[in-house]
């Protein structure tokens, strides 16, 4: 047990006696020039031609609510609910 315990204390100083990682320091370039003259592009420049999109068939839903000409109950309804 006592050996134990002993070797419990060497494990921390064990620990501390390890070389520390040296600190990586990274650098990068502060600036780049492009000189875009030098770069020289081949090709022609050309319209893709006639470009035509056909409209989208839209669909047309039926509407489940009764058409009404007038609200007017339900408007008076509401009114005497709030009076």
């Known amino acids: ?9 060497f ?3 064990l620990t501390l006696a390890q ?12 600036f780049e020039k492009f ?6 592009v081949e090709g022609e420049a050309g319209s893709p031609g006639d470009i035509s ?3 989208r068939l839209r669909k047309e839903f039926k509407n ?6 007038s ?4 408007m008076k309804k509401a009114i005497d609910g709030i009076r």
């Open 1 to 9: 047990m006592k050996t134990f315990a002993i070797v419990l204390l």
């Open 11 to 13: 494990i921390p100083i």
């Open 19 to 30: 070389e520390p990682k040296p600190n990586i320091r990274y650098e990068y370039k502060k």
């Open 35 to 40: 000189d875009f003259d030098e770069i020289g």
């Open 53 to 55: 999109i056909s409209p």
């Open 64 to 69: 489940k609510l009764p058409e009404r000409k």
């Open 71 to 74: 609200f007017n109950k339900e």
